[in-house]
């Protein structure tokens, strides 16, 4: 249970929560009402990933141990394009390439494992958008994977891992861009301030935590962000468990988090709150009943605090309930 609720935070940390309306509307509405929907989604997705998931592992390992050269990259670099992603650019002499860095000032403070993907993501776009490669600066300061346990990234995103790469910068065409140091969750655009950099390396800090970076590339960041075959079979026995006497209606997951946001501990983050859950609920049931007339629904309330997701007031009048779940 531990493990999967890891799994769903991720997922959550991915999306905004100022965002979550949206968010909730979008999932699952374009499938229909169908009893063996869940198993054959299951079977493509196990499909797919046995395709994409063919690169040696000692090929992937080498490939984020390799540091770039003062002046190109190094050669084994360029061999092992073939462990990216489609969608990646390749990398050649001509190279240039966007670097995050953590700031001295953090003193080695740069968040879990959610905040780095997250990160990531971001600066995969940043760098899309003014035509360089997405890398971490490898200096003293990045301290980020030392708080995953062993292998995490790896065993968790197999994409992700064979997409990232350390690299040392040569000074002398290296630039450094503090847009970002005061700025944690705002979005700016940065085409046209990033685009003036001639030098062959810029490096930044770490990039905002704004939906807004992603738009327009879903597709790319749900294939970068894949979760490996071994944790979908694990999801997939948990959901079938959960799930086994409700084969046929749409599930309609609640994302909530309190905790560790609010006061005393994180005053300035948002936590989850009845009134806005509510709202939300109310909302998207309405949404859903306008679209789709003879859908049963089922909704799965997620959550570490569960006296909370007790305290949500959810009205069975004139809707069309199959279940209520808590996870």
Known sequence: ????????????????????????????????????????????????????????????????????????PHPAIIKNNKTLPKFFPKINENTKFLLMQIPHHWNGQCGGLANQIWRFAVLYNMAKSVGRFPGIYNTSTWTCDKLNSPNEIENTFPILYSSLRYMQADPSDSAYDNVFETNCCRYIDVTSIFGN???????????????????????EIRQLFRFSKQINIRVAAYIDKLFENDQSSHKFCVHT??????????????????????????????????????????????????????????????????SIFLS
């Open 1 to 72: 249970m531990i493990f999967i609720r890891k799994i769903i935070k991720m997922f959550l940390l991915l999306s905004s929560f100022v965002a979550l309306v949206w968010h909730l509307i979008l999932i699952g509405l374009d499938q229909p009402s169908n009893p063996n929907y869940g198993t054959d989604y299951r079977h493509e997705i196990t499909d797919d990933l046995n395709k994409m998931q063919t690169m040696e592992r000692s090929s992937v390992e080498m490939s984020n141990r390799i540091s770039t050269s003062t002046l190109t």
């Open 197 to 219: 950099y001639k030098q062959k390396y810029l490096i930044v800090p770490p990039t905002p935590q704004s939906p807004k970076f992603l738009e327009n590339i879903d597709a």
């Open 257 to 322: 988090r309190r905790g560790d946001f609010g006061p005393p501990k994180w005053p300035m983050h948002a936590r989850t709150e009845r009134n806005f859950t509510e709202a939300a609920i109310k909302f998207i049931l309405g949404y859903l009943k306008e679209k789709y007339l003879n859908l049963n629904v089922s909704i799965i309330l997620l959550g570490e605090d569960k006296d909370f997701l007790h305290e949500i007031s959810i009205s069975r009048e004139a809707l069309f309930f199959y």
